[in-house]
């Protein structure tokens, strides 16, 4: 029967040795052969160190999103409810205007400012954003009711084939009718200043 000395002994012995020691060490070069030309060593050449498009691409993503969640903060502050979800929690079907007329609302402001500010547009006349954008790296899209309603009050009209690549554009007149609806402050916060 082994003791504990020896049994520790014997557990130290079967570690295994760090893999690096158990590589074969690397081949030299081979010598050319008499009469034969050596083969051409790789030279390292220096090129000019190009910016990563990536770098750029995801500063700038970065920025929108910093625009949005600041919008969205503004709301929050205001106790203003934002009707846009996430593209996994509900079916966005075409826009058609309501049978009813319907007066602008702070709600449809507010789903537009959303959509505009993802989209890194500016609020003014006759500007376009999609219908469904990215939010926190999420697929949104603003809510059914809402866009039916902003149609129906004549802030926006809306083109496209299928709701996914719907466009919102805004009418005369929507651009201060929305400012006027959620306020300078959303307006700053969310970069949407023409």
Do not use: W
Request: glycine share 6%; hydrophobic share 45%; aromatic share 2%.
């Amino acid at each position: 029967m082994p003791t504990t000395a020896n049994t520790a002994t014997v557990a130290a012995s079967t570690v295994a040795a760090p893999a690096a020691a158990t590589k074969p060490a690397a081949k030299p070069a081979a010598a050319a052969k008499p009469g034969k030309p050596a083969k051409p060593v790789a030279v390292a050449t220096t090129t000019e160190i190009k910016p990563d498009p990536r770098v750029e691409r995801a500063a700038r993503i970065s920025a929108d999103r910093s625009a949005v969640a600041a919008l969205y903060a503004t709301f929050e502050s205001n106790r203003v409810s934002v009707p846009v979800k996430a593209l996994s929690a509900f079916k966005p079907l075409a826009t058609t205007a309501h049978p009813i007329a319907r007066n602008p609302s702070v709600r449809q402001a507010a789903a537009i400012a959303a959509a505009f500010s993802a989209a890194g547009a500016k609020l003014s006349d006759g500007k376009s954003a999609p219908r469904v954008f990215e939010l926190n790296g999420v697929r949104s899209c603003i809510e059914n009711g809402v866009l039916r309603d902003a149609v129906s009050s004549g802030l926006i009209s809306v083109t496209g084939d299928t709701p996914e690549t719907e466009k919102l554009t805004l009418r005369p007149k929507a651009s201060a009718a929305i400012a006027g609806l959620i306020g300078a402050t959303a307006i700053k916060a969310g970069k949407l200043a023409a």
